[in-house]
């Protein structure tokens, strides 16, 4: 709905399409008032833009804490590798010492 005053003529007002709104601004003095619902405004779509970015950051976050899960399961299975191989070291170059691992 659209609504203006203007001296002379009165109050006009606008149910559907606005035609013909040059005809009654005769002098460019005629202010023009438009009512819309709080549904229709622009604003109301930013209300998306929280759920994108807490999307987004979930999902950045979760790649980051399987990489890291990786990471530190390839460094223990490496640390376990280097330990065996100690182990075996030891035990070929004095299996008389060796008393069952290192520890």
């Known amino acids: ?3 203006s005053y203007y001296t002379g003529i009165g109050c006009m007002h606008w149910n559907r399409s ?3 709104i040059q ?3 005769m002098d460019g003095v005629a202010d023009l008032f438009i009512r819309l619902a709080y549904s229709e405004l622009a604003a109301n ?3 998306d833009f929280p759920v994108a970015a807490i999307a987004i ?3 950045i976050g979760s790649i ?3 990489l890291c899960g990786y990471l530190f399961w390839k460094l ?3 640390h376990r590798e280097r330990k065996r191989k100690s182990e075996a070291f030891l035990r070929e170059a004095s299996p008389k010492f060796y ?3 290192i520890r």
């Open 57 to 59: 950051t979930v999902s």
């Open 64 to 66: 980051i804490v399987i």
């Open 23 to 25: 005809e009654y601004s």
């Open 76 to 78: 223990l299975a490496k």
């Open 99 to 101: 008393q069952g691992g």
């Open 45 to 47: 779509d930013k209300k």
């Open 1 to 3: 709905m659209a609504y």
């Open 18 to 20: 606005l035609i013909d």
